[in-house]
């Protein structure tokens, strides 16, 4: 998706094992966030990075963390996987300097049982 | 706490009619307020955003109408097709914050052949 790939699409894991999330971008953006999203909460951010290992908390991040050892590579990581975590993951990217919009990549859809 | 709050959380509108969405947001300090389209399975994707200097924006079929008194902006999508039948979020981020978007909790839309 515009230069936003996500790894899986889809995984199922259980209860208690840490479950680790890939988003690549094939171009140098200097901002990249996790987002989970829910039925009837829209997108919340989990942690969001602004360069090669500059990483910030979001509104969700209790249970997660992030990291971003290349500018192309941000990783997410669930430490102890809980069935509350399951949900669907996106990526993004923003814009250039003069754009704030962001590119999205197509997701995983993670299921904890 | 919610920060941009949608409504209506779904629509249903004829082939032709005006679909409009309407989002309130809290915070004095968002100077970009963006609308994404989602479709199932797909990353939402940016359709049209504004800033607070113009009241108005429009795109084709697409016009963001924005009250910075009321602190209100709505999307109104002109002879609505069954294709625009989508997920549609708002969202608004402030300068200075990483570009971090707060986004509402989505309106899903069916447009009716």
Known sequence: ?113 | QQQVKQSPQSLIVQKGGISIINCAYENTAFDYFPWYQQFPGKGPALLIAIRPDVSEKKEGRFTISFNKSAKQFSLHIMDSQPGDSATYFCAASKSGSARQLTFGSGTQLTVLP
């Open chain 1, 1 to 113: 998706d515009a230069g936003i790939t996500q790894s899986p699409r889809h995984k199922v894991t259980e209860t208690g094992t840490p479950v680790t999330l890939r988003c690549h971008q094939t171009e140098n953006h200097r901002y990249m966030y996790w987002y989970r999203q829910d039925p009837g909460h829209g997108l919340r951010l989990i942690h969001y990075s602004y360069g090669v290992k500059d990483t910030d908390k979001g509104e969700v991040s209790d249970g997660y963390s992030v990291s971003r050892s290349k500018t192309e590579d941000f990783l997410l990581t669930l430490e102890s996987a809980t069935s509350s975590q399951t949900s669907v993951y996106f990526c993004a990217r923003s814009g250039t300097n003069s754009s704030y919009g962001y590119t999205f990549g197509s997701g995983t859809r993670l299921t904890v049982v």
